[in-house]
């Protein structure tokens, strides 16, 4: 696309003298799977681009203490397969994997994901049942933290300020074994956006559950806690966990959330699918 | 801009519109016309290329994101004028119809055996669930990649 400056920092110290810019409109451009679409639309006309893609500290994966830290640009497809996330995070490998197809998750990022702050984005369920935050940057070259819970706000709006860019994901590591997963319906069985997703993270002690995070994605303008839910599981021993108790929960979480939309009628029956899973999933615990 | 890549194996040094769209830059600068737009928003996968042996839709990247890459495209893959064995299997097969998703099929093909040189079925359909073809009903699409990889594996024959 013609008359657009591109700039192509080598580490995040550059890509901070990239923010300082003065410019109409500028935009991150990392995996360009959501953004390179708009544009190629005519929907979003940037003037100044700077692109990720160069830095390599941004494609880090890895332990530090007892946090997760992932590189910003890591894409879906370097996710799915680090050792680190599959052997801390499944839920994270599941949407990892959920995504697009092959081609997207070989350029899509999980920054970007979280930045275009879909209600239907994959990662956020996840993220957000994780207790995950994001680490910013801006032209100041000042850093922050911030959970990605209330970092989205609205349907494509969050709290990043137009200076400020998603440069590491932080993921604390639980010092006891969890159970999460991710699940997700859409209008194909794959290359498909999400119609209805959940994401669990459960700590199950013999055979009781101890503590349950339950988030539902692609319902509400953000996620949506299932409180009740969560605190109905608390104590309750996983055999006495059936799928009307999960589905009839779900539902009511859903219809206070969307009344009045059309979808909702198919939300609160095609969860039914979704507390099947769950039901699958806590099954060899039993 | 100038950057440097690799294309079909051939080093370059080129001056570049930054954003323009890879698939523009490989059509109209580059002269590799196999590679199709279908859909320009990485839904239909005939515009896909390799980077670095990954299979990418090109219309959505911008060609200032190749610098310092290995791009291969439809036209990479034969030798001397000779087409290579999946292009080969792509015809016997009758996976070709109209054609025109059929360098994106072979990209994310070569991809994939690059990966697993032995794919069951659904890893097949998972590799190329990103390229749609309007006229075969994708079975001997799945067969011709599924024949290649058995003759690359020795299980059959090539009758060479």
Redesign the interface.
Known sequence: ??G???A?PRTINELVTCLQKKCYFPKI?A???DL??SM??GNIKPDY?I?L??IDELRIIERSGDTLLIGACSVY?QMAENDLIINNFKSLVQASEGI?????R??GTIGGNIANSSPAGDMIPPLVSLNASVITINSAGIRCEKLIDDLIIGVGKNKLAPDEVIIFIKIPIPREERLTRFFKIGNRR??TIARLSVAINFEITDHIVEDAVIILGAVGQTVIRAKELEEVLKGLKISSISMDLLAESLARAIEVSIPGRASLNYKKEAIRGIADDIIASIADKL | ?KINFVLNGTRYKKEI?????LIDFLRDEMRMTGTKEGC????C?SC?VL?DN????S????V??I?DKEITTIEGLSKNGEICDLQQAFIEKGAVQCGYCTPGMIM?AT??LSEIPSPKTEQIE??????LCRCSGYTAIINAVEHTANIRSGILDDGN
């Open positions: 696309m013609m657009i400056e591109m192509i451009l995996g360009g799977t390179v679409v190629n639309e681009l692109d893609s160069g497809s697009g197809s092959k081609q997207i070989n350029r794959t290359v | 801009m519109d930054p954003a323009q769209r320009g928003e990485g839904e996968g896909t980077i990954k299979a990418v839709h219309c959505l990247i911008l200032a994101q610098r994310s991809a994939l998972q590799a190329m669930a990103g390229n």
